[in-house]
Every structure is written in C-alpha cells, then in structure tokens.
Nanobody
C-alpha cells in the first residue's frame, strides 16, 4: 500500500524560508512522477512543482508553476523522498501543501495526473 507522508509545514514570517519533505513508501518510485500541489481555503488545488524521470537512472527533470519559478525548488532525495525548498515566502503562499505520486506519461501539472496523495502539511505565512 502506497503511503505518502509530508512534513515541514509551519508558520513563518513573510520573507522566510521553509523546506517541505515527502517520504513515499509501499512501492517503487524511481520512475514515478512526484509533485507538490497546494490548496488555500476556498480555492482549488493548484500545481506547485513536479519532478519526472528522464529515462536515465537517477536523473529527473523539474517543472514549476510559472508564478513560483525562482522562489521554489523541488528535488528528489536519495530514497523515495521529494523536497520542496520555498524561499521569499509571501502571505499568499499560505495553504495546505500536498505531495503526490503519479505514473510516467501522465500530465504532471494536473491533480488528475497523480494516483496517490499525502494528507498535506500546513504552511502559514504571516505579514
């Protein structure tokens, strides 16, 4: 059974940084797409970033929501983990952040492109 566990969410001041982590278990994820989405109250879940296997062992491409490029960085850890480094945080970044895993070939920027989801971790940025 696939499980995704996020961690790292907390309350920070605007301008601060946070790193979210997601640990995946119960499957093989070396060729899977792993992504981060976020959802603020009253809003739809939106794409944040994704990392997809390039076909070469250990190499992954990354993709970001246009509005977040330059402030957020997604990376794969050594063993079934994915991280999201968030810098220069703004109050509008406040949301529940979700980690997700999907199969190769699915659209990585849409929630429908993912098969498994974590429970989410809350990020609150105060001004």
């Amino acid at each position: 059974q696939v499980q995704l566990t996020e961690s790292g969410g907390e309350s920070v001041q605007a301008g601060g940084s946070l790193t979210l982590s997601c640990a995946a278990s119960g499957g093989s994820f070396s060729s899977a797409t792993m992504g981060w989405f976020r959802q603020a109250p009253g809003k739809e879940r939106e794409f944040v970033a994704s990392t997809k296997w390039t076909g070469t062992r250990g190499l992954y491409s990354t993709n970001y929501a246009d509005s977040l490029t330059g402030r957020f960085t997604i990376s794969r850890g050594a063993t079934n983990t994915v991280h999201l480094q968030m810098n220069s945080l703004k109050p509008e970044d406040s949301a529940v952040y979700y980690c997700a895993v999907g199969r190769q070939g699915q659209i990585a920027t849409l929630p429908s492109g993912y098969d498994y989801w974590g429970q989410g971790t809350q990020v609150t940025v105060s001004s």
